[in-house]
């Protein structure tokens, strides 16, 4: 069963820190690229960051510096280390797995993700 299950959301003050964990199927983990996405009350979704499957990684300016995707193949996990966290940071979080090569495999490119977790909410308080 193709299945991505995410974890390790809450809330935190301003400067503080979180690591999200997305646990895998090892069917969906096989997919090439893996991201984080976010979305926010009445906002669009948004790419945060992918991985592919050598760990090339790419990053949303907003983010970047403060966030660190990894992935850990002997696990099926993928990870997203939050750091120095701002207010806007909150959201809803999703892990998603697409089947496009490393070329492609960018946090802009959300529609070429055809498997996607549940969520888990990350609230930052100023």
């Known amino acids: 069963q193709v299945q991505l299950v995410e974890s390790g959301g809450g809330s935190v003050q301003a400067g503080g820190s979180l690591r999200l964990s997305c646990a895998t199927s090892?069917?969906?983990?096989?997919?090439?690229?893996m991201g984080w996405f976010r979305q926010a009350p009445g906002k669009e979704r948004e790419g945060v960051a992918t991985?592919?499957?050598?760990?090339?990684?790419t990053y949303a300016d907003s983010v970047k510096g403060r966030f660190t995707a990894s992935r850990d193949n002997a696990r099926n996990t993928l990870t997203l280390q939050m750091d120095s966290l701002k207010p806007e940071d909150s959201a809803m979080y999703y892990c998603?797995?697409?089947?496009?090569?490393?070329?492609?495999?960018?946090?802009?490119?959300?529609?070429?993700?055809?498997?996607w977790g549940q969520g888990t909410q990350v609230t930052v308080s100023s």
């Open positions: 998603a797995a697409a089947r496009i090569s490393s070329d492609y495999c960018d946090f802009r490119r959300s529609r070429d993700f055809g498997i």
């Open positions: 090892r069917y969906a983990y096989n997919w090439a690229c």
């Open positions: 991985i592919d499957s050598s760990g090339r990684t």
